[in-house]
Protein backbone atom coordinates (compact mmCIF):
# COMPACT_ATOMS: atom_id res chain seq x y z
CA UNK A 1 0.00 0.00 0.00
CA UNK A 2 1.16 3.35 -1.04
CA UNK A 3 2.48 5.58 2.19
CA UNK A 4 -0.62 8.34 2.83
CA UNK A 5 0.43 11.91 2.64
CA UNK A 6 -1.32 15.33 3.18
CA UNK A 7 0.21 18.08 0.78
CA UNK A 8 -0.42 22.13 1.92
CA UNK A 9 -1.54 23.14 -2.21
CA UNK A 10 -2.07 27.05 -2.51
CA UNK A 11 -2.29 26.31 -6.32
CA UNK A 12 0.60 28.09 -6.37
CA UNK A 13 3.30 26.99 -8.68
CA UNK A 14 5.83 25.70 -5.26
CA UNK A 15 2.81 23.58 -4.04
CA UNK A 16 1.55 22.15 -7.31
CA UNK A 17 5.22 21.10 -8.60
CA UNK A 18 5.24 19.32 -4.98
CA UNK A 19 1.87 17.53 -5.27
CA UNK A 20 3.23 16.23 -9.07
CA UNK A 21 6.83 15.52 -7.82
CA UNK A 22 5.14 13.67 -4.36
CA UNK A 23 2.54 11.48 -6.55
CA UNK A 24 5.44 10.57 -8.96
CA UNK A 25 7.55 9.30 -5.84
CA UNK A 26 4.74 6.94 -4.99
CA UNK A 27 2.60 8.94 -2.10
CA UNK A 28 -0.82 8.82 -1.92
CA UNK A 29 -1.84 12.48 -1.67
CA UNK A 30 -4.25 14.35 -0.18
CA UNK A 31 -3.87 17.96 -0.69
CA UNK A 32 -5.60 20.50 1.58
CA UNK A 33 -6.22 24.36 1.02
CA UNK A 34 -6.90 27.13 3.37
CA UNK A 35 -9.23 29.97 2.57
CA UNK A 36 -8.00 32.72 4.96
CA UNK A 37 -9.55 35.93 3.43
CA UNK A 38 -6.73 35.97 1.05
CA UNK A 39 -7.54 38.28 -1.86
CA UNK A 40 -6.48 35.88 -4.39
CA UNK A 41 -8.89 33.30 -3.73
CA UNK A 42 -8.26 32.67 -6.65
CA UNK A 43 -5.73 30.00 -6.69
CA UNK A 44 -8.17 27.84 -4.91
CA UNK A 45 -9.82 27.72 -8.05
CA UNK A 46 -6.91 26.60 -9.67
CA UNK A 47 -5.44 24.40 -6.88
CA UNK A 48 -8.57 22.55 -7.15
CA UNK A 49 -7.78 22.51 -11.24
CA UNK A 50 -4.56 20.91 -10.57
CA UNK A 51 -6.24 18.37 -7.91
CA UNK A 52 -8.98 17.50 -10.85
CA UNK A 53 -5.93 16.87 -12.96
CA UNK A 54 -4.07 14.29 -10.86
CA UNK A 55 -7.32 12.97 -9.80
CA UNK A 56 -6.88 13.31 -5.86
CA UNK A 57 -9.52 14.89 -3.58
CA UNK A 58 -8.75 18.44 -2.85
CA UNK A 59 -9.79 19.51 1.24
CA UNK A 60 -10.76 23.06 1.48
CA UNK A 61 -10.73 24.39 4.68
CA UNK A 62 -12.17 27.45 5.81
CA UNK A 63 -10.82 29.89 8.17
CA UNK A 64 -12.14 33.23 7.43
CA UNK A 65 -13.01 33.34 11.07
CA UNK A 66 -9.58 34.23 11.53
CA UNK A 67 -9.46 37.41 9.10
CA UNK A 68 -9.05 39.90 11.93
CA UNK A 69 -5.99 38.07 13.48
CA UNK A 70 -4.32 36.97 10.09
CA UNK A 71 -3.98 40.40 8.62
CA UNK A 72 -1.31 41.29 6.07
CA UNK A 73 -1.89 42.81 2.39
CA UNK A 74 -2.87 39.12 1.54
CA UNK A 75 -5.74 39.62 3.60
CA UNK A 76 -6.47 43.44 3.89
CA UNK A 77 -7.96 44.89 0.72
CA UNK A 78 -7.21 48.55 2.64
CA UNK A 79 -3.63 47.22 2.26
CA UNK A 80 -1.48 48.16 -1.17
CA UNK A 81 -0.29 44.76 -2.82
CA UNK A 82 3.75 46.19 -3.03
CA UNK A 83 5.53 45.98 -6.58
CA UNK A 84 9.09 45.17 -7.11
CA UNK A 85 11.32 41.91 -6.04
CA UNK A 86 10.12 39.43 -3.88
CA UNK A 87 12.96 39.77 -1.66
CA UNK A 88 12.55 43.78 -0.70
CA UNK A 89 11.45 44.71 2.60
CA UNK A 90 8.47 46.22 1.79
CA UNK A 91 7.25 42.77 0.85
CA UNK A 92 7.07 42.02 4.83
CA UNK A 93 3.71 43.56 4.17
CA UNK A 94 2.54 40.50 2.61
CA UNK A 95 3.24 38.16 5.40
CA UNK A 96 0.32 36.63 7.16
CA UNK A 97 1.33 36.04 11.02
CA UNK A 98 2.32 31.95 11.35
CA UNK A 99 0.70 31.33 8.95
CA UNK A 100 2.86 28.52 7.87
CA UNK A 101 2.71 26.73 11.55
CA UNK A 102 -1.72 27.27 11.70
CA UNK A 103 -1.50 25.59 8.69
CA UNK A 104 0.69 22.49 8.96
CA UNK A 105 -0.82 22.26 12.24
CA UNK A 106 -4.51 21.88 10.63
CA UNK A 107 -2.85 19.55 7.77
CA UNK A 108 -1.56 17.20 10.63
CA UNK A 109 -4.59 17.14 12.29
CA UNK A 110 -6.10 15.93 8.68
CA UNK A 111 -3.48 13.64 8.39
CA UNK A 112 -4.06 11.81 12.04
CA UNK A 113 -7.77 11.39 10.78
CA UNK A 114 -7.07 10.05 7.40
CA UNK A 115 -4.00 7.75 8.83
CA UNK A 116 -1.95 9.57 6.76
CA UNK A 117 1.88 9.19 8.25
CA UNK A 118 3.42 12.39 6.46
CA UNK A 119 2.62 15.91 6.03
CA UNK A 120 4.47 18.10 3.38
CA UNK A 121 4.66 21.64 2.53
CA UNK A 122 6.79 23.48 -0.44
CA UNK A 123 9.24 25.65 1.50
CA UNK A 124 11.90 26.52 -0.75
CA UNK A 125 15.41 29.03 -0.61
CA UNK A 126 13.76 31.53 -2.36
CA UNK A 127 11.17 32.44 0.80
CA UNK A 128 14.08 32.52 3.59
CA UNK A 129 14.65 35.71 2.73
CA UNK A 130 11.19 37.49 3.40
CA UNK A 131 9.21 34.39 5.52
CA UNK A 132 10.37 33.55 8.59
CA UNK A 133 8.19 30.30 8.90
CA UNK A 134 10.03 29.26 5.92
CA UNK A 135 13.08 29.14 7.32
CA UNK A 136 14.95 25.70 8.18
CA UNK A 137 14.96 27.32 11.90
CA UNK A 138 11.89 27.16 11.82
CA UNK A 139 10.89 23.65 10.05
CA UNK A 140 13.74 21.92 12.10
CA UNK A 141 11.60 22.25 15.33
CA UNK A 142 8.17 21.75 13.44
CA UNK A 143 9.30 18.46 12.08
CA UNK A 144 9.86 17.56 15.83
CA UNK A 145 6.77 18.87 16.85
CA UNK A 146 4.92 16.75 14.61
CA UNK A 147 6.72 13.73 15.32
CA UNK A 148 5.59 13.69 18.94
CA UNK A 149 1.68 15.28 18.46
CA UNK A 150 0.08 11.91 18.04
CA UNK A 151 0.58 8.35 19.53
CA UNK A 152 2.44 7.98 15.64
CA UNK A 153 5.18 9.36 14.86
CA UNK A 154 3.92 11.80 11.50
CA UNK A 155 6.64 13.45 9.41
CA UNK A 156 7.13 16.28 7.89
CA UNK A 157 8.71 16.76 4.64
CA UNK A 158 9.67 19.65 2.77
CA UNK A 159 11.62 18.06 -0.41
CA UNK A 160 12.36 21.79 -2.08
CA UNK A 161 14.02 23.20 0.79
CA UNK A 162 17.57 23.53 -0.87
CA UNK A 163 15.75 24.83 -4.51
CA UNK A 164 15.12 28.17 -5.57
CA UNK A 165 12.38 28.77 -7.82
CA UNK A 166 13.77 28.32 -11.05
CA UNK A 167 15.09 24.73 -10.16
CA UNK A 168 11.19 24.05 -8.63
CA UNK A 169 10.27 25.52 -12.27
CA UNK A 170 13.24 22.87 -13.78
CA UNK A 171 11.65 19.78 -11.73
CA UNK A 172 7.67 20.72 -12.38
CA UNK A 173 8.78 20.84 -16.22
CA UNK A 174 10.19 17.72 -16.01
CA UNK A 175 7.20 16.23 -14.87
CA UNK A 176 4.90 18.21 -16.87
CA UNK A 177 3.24 20.14 -14.58
CA UNK A 178 0.33 21.88 -16.05
CA UNK A 179 1.70 24.93 -15.01
CA UNK A 180 -1.46 27.05 -16.50
CA UNK A 181 -3.39 25.64 -13.84
CA UNK A 182 -1.29 27.12 -10.93
CA UNK A 183 -1.73 30.96 -9.69
CA UNK A 184 0.89 32.85 -8.07
CA UNK A 185 0.05 36.49 -8.18
CA UNK A 186 -1.42 38.12 -5.17
CA UNK A 187 -4.14 40.43 -6.83
CA UNK A 188 -6.96 38.09 -7.66
CA UNK A 189 -7.60 39.78 -11.33
CA UNK A 190 -8.12 38.15 -14.72
CA UNK A 191 -4.93 38.04 -15.45
CA UNK A 192 -1.47 38.17 -12.88
CA UNK A 193 -0.60 41.68 -12.84
CA UNK A 194 3.46 40.79 -13.42
CA UNK A 195 4.35 43.26 -10.76
CA UNK A 196 3.93 41.89 -7.27
CA UNK A 197 6.58 39.96 -5.98
CA UNK A 198 5.41 36.56 -6.44
CA UNK A 199 4.89 37.69 -10.08
CA UNK A 200 8.45 38.63 -10.84
CA UNK A 201 9.73 35.81 -9.37
CA UNK A 202 7.84 33.85 -11.38
CA UNK A 203 8.76 35.25 -14.30
CA UNK A 204 11.98 35.37 -13.67
CA UNK A 205 12.39 31.55 -13.06
CA UNK A 206 10.63 30.43 -16.52
CA UNK A 207 13.33 33.22 -18.06
CA UNK A 208 16.12 31.17 -16.15
CA UNK A 209 14.82 27.89 -17.80
CA UNK A 210 14.54 29.64 -21.02
CA UNK A 211 10.43 28.78 -21.11
CA UNK A 212 7.47 30.51 -21.46
CA UNK A 213 5.27 30.74 -18.88
CA UNK A 214 1.99 29.71 -19.79
CA UNK A 215 -0.23 32.02 -18.03
CA UNK A 216 -1.79 35.22 -19.08
CA UNK A 217 -0.09 38.31 -17.48
CA UNK A 218 -1.09 41.58 -17.55
CA UNK A 219 2.58 42.78 -18.23
CA UNK A 220 4.96 40.46 -19.18
CA UNK A 221 7.83 42.84 -18.99
CA UNK A 222 8.10 44.85 -15.69
CA UNK A 223 10.17 42.28 -13.84
CA UNK A 224 13.04 42.51 -16.01
CA UNK A 225 13.26 46.15 -14.93
CA UNK A 226 13.42 45.60 -11.39
CA UNK A 227 15.75 42.34 -11.61
CA UNK A 228 18.08 45.02 -13.56
CA UNK A 229 17.66 47.82 -11.24
CA UNK A 230 18.50 45.09 -8.24
CA UNK A 231 21.60 44.25 -9.87
CA UNK A 232 22.20 48.00 -10.13
CA UNK A 233 21.92 48.49 -6.49
CA UNK A 234 24.10 45.75 -5.87
CA UNK B 1 5.53 48.21 30.57
CA UNK B 2 4.28 45.06 31.15
CA UNK B 3 5.37 42.19 29.15
CA UNK B 4 1.85 41.20 27.33
CA UNK B 5 1.20 37.22 27.22
CA UNK B 6 -1.83 35.21 25.35
CA UNK B 7 -2.89 32.77 27.30
CA UNK B 8 -4.90 29.50 25.74
CA UNK B 9 -8.11 30.00 28.14
CA UNK B 10 -10.61 27.42 28.12
CA UNK B 11 -12.43 28.28 31.20
CA UNK B 12 -11.58 25.02 33.00
CA UNK B 13 -9.76 24.67 35.92
CA UNK B 14 -6.08 24.75 34.96
CA UNK B 15 -6.17 27.33 32.11
CA UNK B 16 -8.21 29.98 35.01
CA UNK B 17 -5.68 28.92 37.44
CA UNK B 18 -2.85 29.97 34.54
CA UNK B 19 -4.13 33.13 33.60
CA UNK B 20 -4.41 34.02 37.72
CA UNK B 21 -1.20 32.86 37.61
CA UNK B 22 0.16 34.97 35.01
CA UNK B 23 -1.29 38.07 36.22
CA UNK B 24 0.15 38.19 39.54
CA UNK B 25 3.49 37.55 37.88
CA UNK B 26 2.88 40.76 36.05
CA UNK B 27 1.85 40.01 32.66
CA UNK B 28 -0.95 41.99 30.79
CA UNK B 29 -2.91 38.80 30.02
CA UNK B 30 -4.81 38.27 26.45
CA UNK B 31 -6.46 35.13 27.14
CA UNK B 32 -7.78 33.25 24.00
CA UNK B 33 -10.64 30.83 23.63
CA UNK B 34 -11.40 28.12 20.75
CA UNK B 35 -14.69 27.00 19.99
CA UNK B 36 -13.96 23.56 18.11
CA UNK B 37 -17.43 21.90 18.00
CA UNK B 38 -16.71 20.64 21.39
CA UNK B 39 -20.04 19.29 23.02
CA UNK B 40 -19.18 21.12 26.40
CA UNK B 41 -19.71 24.51 24.57
CA UNK B 42 -20.52 25.78 28.15
CA UNK B 43 -16.96 26.14 29.23
CA UNK B 44 -16.66 28.83 26.71
CA UNK B 45 -19.43 30.92 28.78
CA UNK B 46 -17.09 30.27 32.18
CA UNK B 47 -14.29 31.16 30.42
CA UNK B 48 -15.33 34.63 30.09
CA UNK B 49 -16.95 34.64 32.94
CA UNK B 50 -13.31 34.37 34.67
CA UNK B 51 -11.95 37.06 31.97
CA UNK B 52 -14.63 38.79 33.08
CA UNK B 53 -13.91 38.57 36.85
CA UNK B 54 -9.96 39.66 36.04
CA UNK B 55 -11.07 42.26 33.90
CA UNK B 56 -9.08 41.03 30.81
CA UNK B 57 -10.53 41.31 27.38
CA UNK B 58 -11.26 37.51 25.88
CA UNK B 59 -11.17 36.70 22.35
CA UNK B 60 -13.04 33.81 21.08
CA UNK B 61 -12.01 32.15 17.63
CA UNK B 62 -14.52 30.03 16.18
CA UNK B 63 -12.81 26.96 14.73
CA UNK B 64 -16.30 24.73 13.48
CA UNK B 65 -15.21 24.88 10.15
CA UNK B 66 -12.79 22.02 11.21
CA UNK B 67 -15.32 19.99 13.06
CA UNK B 68 -14.89 17.15 10.48
CA UNK B 69 -11.40 16.75 10.86
CA UNK B 70 -11.19 17.15 14.20
CA UNK B 71 -13.41 14.35 15.16
CA UNK B 72 -13.46 13.14 18.98
CA UNK B 73 -15.96 12.00 21.61
CA UNK B 74 -15.37 15.91 22.90
CA UNK B 75 -16.75 17.00 19.58
CA UNK B 76 -19.11 14.06 18.17
CA UNK B 77 -22.25 13.36 19.70
CA UNK B 78 -22.43 9.98 18.43
CA UNK B 79 -19.61 8.75 20.73
CA UNK B 80 -20.30 8.55 24.81
CA UNK B 81 -18.30 10.30 26.78
CA UNK B 82 -16.19 7.79 28.58
CA UNK B 83 -16.80 7.42 32.41
CA UNK B 84 -13.83 6.77 34.85
CA UNK B 85 -10.49 7.53 35.52
CA UNK B 86 -8.58 10.12 33.25
CA UNK B 87 -5.50 7.88 32.66
CA UNK B 88 -7.29 4.90 31.43
CA UNK B 89 -6.65 3.87 27.98
CA UNK B 90 -10.73 4.19 26.62
CA UNK B 91 -9.92 8.53 27.62
CA UNK B 92 -8.42 8.19 24.33
CA UNK B 93 -11.79 8.60 23.05
CA UNK B 94 -11.83 11.87 23.92
CA UNK B 95 -8.55 13.51 22.25
CA UNK B 96 -8.93 16.03 19.74
CA UNK B 97 -6.09 15.00 16.87
CA UNK B 98 -3.40 17.83 17.09
CA UNK B 99 -6.10 19.93 19.17
CA UNK B 100 -2.80 22.03 21.21
CA UNK B 101 -0.81 22.85 18.10
CA UNK B 102 -3.55 24.17 16.33
CA UNK B 103 -4.36 26.24 19.30
CA UNK B 104 -1.03 27.25 20.00
CA UNK B 105 -0.54 28.31 16.07
CA UNK B 106 -3.94 30.53 16.22
CA UNK B 107 -3.24 31.93 19.78
CA UNK B 108 0.88 32.67 18.27
CA UNK B 109 -0.80 34.54 15.35
CA UNK B 110 -3.21 36.38 17.60
CA UNK B 111 -0.07 37.24 19.92
CA UNK B 112 2.31 38.55 17.05
CA UNK B 113 -0.66 41.04 16.10
CA UNK B 114 -1.11 41.93 19.75
CA UNK B 115 2.75 42.66 19.69
CA UNK B 116 2.63 40.21 22.64
CA UNK B 117 5.61 38.52 23.12
CA UNK B 118 4.41 35.68 25.09
CA UNK B 119 2.27 32.62 24.87
CA UNK B 120 1.08 30.42 27.53
CA UNK B 121 -0.87 27.65 28.33
CA UNK B 122 -1.44 25.12 30.80
CA UNK B 123 -0.16 21.75 30.02
CA UNK B 124 0.67 19.60 32.96
CA UNK B 125 1.85 16.40 34.33
CA UNK B 126 -1.42 14.77 34.87
CA UNK B 127 -1.91 15.06 30.74
CA UNK B 128 1.14 13.33 30.19
CA UNK B 129 -0.72 9.91 30.43
CA UNK B 130 -3.34 10.71 27.47
CA UNK B 131 -2.50 13.72 25.86
CA UNK B 132 0.35 13.26 23.52
CA UNK B 133 0.64 16.88 22.92
CA UNK B 134 1.01 17.53 26.38
CA UNK B 135 4.23 15.64 26.45
CA UNK B 136 7.39 17.87 27.23
CA UNK B 137 8.54 15.90 23.97
CA UNK B 138 6.06 17.67 22.22
CA UNK B 139 6.74 21.22 23.95
CA UNK B 140 10.28 21.41 23.61
CA UNK B 141 10.39 21.41 19.97
CA UNK B 142 6.86 24.35 20.25
CA UNK B 143 8.64 26.20 21.64
CA UNK B 144 11.49 26.46 19.33
CA UNK B 145 8.83 26.63 16.65
CA UNK B 146 7.75 29.57 18.30
CA UNK B 147 10.84 31.11 18.47
CA UNK B 148 11.53 31.28 14.94
CA UNK B 149 8.12 31.58 13.64
CA UNK B 150 8.59 35.47 13.51
CA UNK B 151 10.86 38.39 13.09
CA UNK B 152 11.03 38.39 16.55
CA UNK B 153 11.30 35.85 18.76
CA UNK B 154 8.30 34.63 20.40
CA UNK B 155 8.48 32.53 23.98
CA UNK B 156 6.50 29.91 24.87
CA UNK B 157 5.52 30.06 28.58
CA UNK B 158 4.51 26.50 30.54
CA UNK B 159 4.72 27.03 33.96
CA UNK B 160 2.66 23.94 35.24
CA UNK B 161 4.20 21.28 33.30
CA UNK B 162 5.69 19.58 36.64
CA UNK B 163 2.87 20.28 38.58
CA UNK B 164 0.13 17.23 39.24
CA UNK B 165 -3.60 18.60 39.39
CA UNK B 166 -4.03 18.52 42.96
CA UNK B 167 -0.51 20.89 42.95
CA UNK B 168 -2.66 23.24 40.26
CA UNK B 169 -5.24 23.40 42.78
CA UNK B 170 -3.29 24.57 45.63
CA UNK B 171 -1.75 27.13 43.08
CA UNK B 172 -5.10 28.48 42.70
CA UNK B 173 -6.41 28.18 46.04
CA UNK B 174 -3.81 30.66 46.89
CA UNK B 175 -4.68 32.71 44.62
CA UNK B 176 -7.82 32.96 45.26
CA UNK B 177 -9.41 31.75 41.65
CA UNK B 178 -13.12 31.33 41.93
CA UNK B 179 -13.20 27.98 40.97
CA UNK B 180 -17.34 28.36 40.83
CA UNK B 181 -16.54 30.16 37.11
CA UNK B 182 -14.78 27.13 36.07
CA UNK B 183 -16.06 24.18 34.01
CA UNK B 184 -14.34 21.00 33.34
CA UNK B 185 -16.88 18.23 32.79
CA UNK B 186 -16.78 17.28 29.47
CA UNK B 187 -20.20 16.83 29.05
CA UNK B 188 -21.91 20.06 28.90
CA UNK B 189 -25.35 19.47 31.19
CA UNK B 190 -27.01 21.75 33.64
CA UNK B 191 -24.84 20.35 36.62
CA UNK B 192 -20.90 18.41 36.06
CA UNK B 193 -21.51 14.86 35.57
CA UNK B 194 -18.81 13.53 38.49
CA UNK B 195 -17.96 10.73 36.01
CA UNK B 196 -16.40 11.75 33.11
CA UNK B 197 -12.38 11.70 33.45
CA UNK B 198 -12.15 15.23 33.63
CA UNK B 199 -14.70 15.53 36.44
CA UNK B 200 -12.85 12.28 38.56
CA UNK B 201 -9.82 13.96 38.46
CA UNK B 202 -10.78 17.39 39.37
CA UNK B 203 -12.51 16.18 42.74
CA UNK B 204 -9.88 14.11 43.07
CA UNK B 205 -7.31 17.13 42.97
CA UNK B 206 -9.55 19.40 45.75
CA UNK B 207 -10.08 16.44 47.81
CA UNK B 208 -6.30 15.68 47.86
CA UNK B 209 -6.14 19.69 49.20
CA UNK B 210 -9.26 18.73 51.53
CA UNK B 211 -11.22 21.56 49.63
CA UNK B 212 -14.68 21.02 48.91
CA UNK B 213 -14.86 22.01 44.78
CA UNK B 214 -17.51 25.05 44.91
CA UNK B 215 -19.04 23.48 41.53
CA UNK B 216 -22.47 21.49 41.13
CA UNK B 217 -22.58 17.95 40.83
CA UNK B 218 -24.88 15.33 39.41
CA UNK B 219 -22.74 12.54 41.34
CA UNK B 220 -20.34 13.97 44.15
CA UNK B 221 -19.11 10.14 45.47
CA UNK B 222 -18.52 8.43 42.21
CA UNK B 223 -15.34 9.01 41.76
CA UNK B 224 -13.97 7.43 45.14
CA UNK B 225 -15.36 4.39 43.49
CA UNK B 226 -12.99 4.94 40.63
CA UNK B 227 -9.56 5.96 42.47
CA UNK B 228 -10.57 2.54 44.61
CA UNK B 229 -11.05 0.50 41.50
CA UNK B 230 -7.44 1.84 40.32
CA UNK B 231 -5.93 1.37 43.48
CA UNK B 232 -7.34 -2.38 43.55
CA UNK B 233 -6.34 -3.27 40.52
CA UNK B 234 -2.63 -1.72 41.10
Redesign the interface.
Known amino acids: MKPKCVVLLSGGLDSSTLLAYLLAEGYDCLPIGFRYGQRHTKELTYAAAIAQHYNVPF?V???T??KD???SAQTNDAIEIPEGHYADSNM?LTVT??????M???A???A??SKASRVAYAAHKGDYAIY??C?T??I??????LE????ERLHLLTPFICDSKADIVLRGINLRVPYKFTWSCYNGREKACGKCGTCVERLEAFSKNSIEDPLAYEDREYWKTVIAQRKGNE
Chains 1, 2 share one sequence.
Do not use: G, H, Q, V
Open positions: KIDLALILPKPNRNMILSITAYITPDRAFRPMREAYCDY
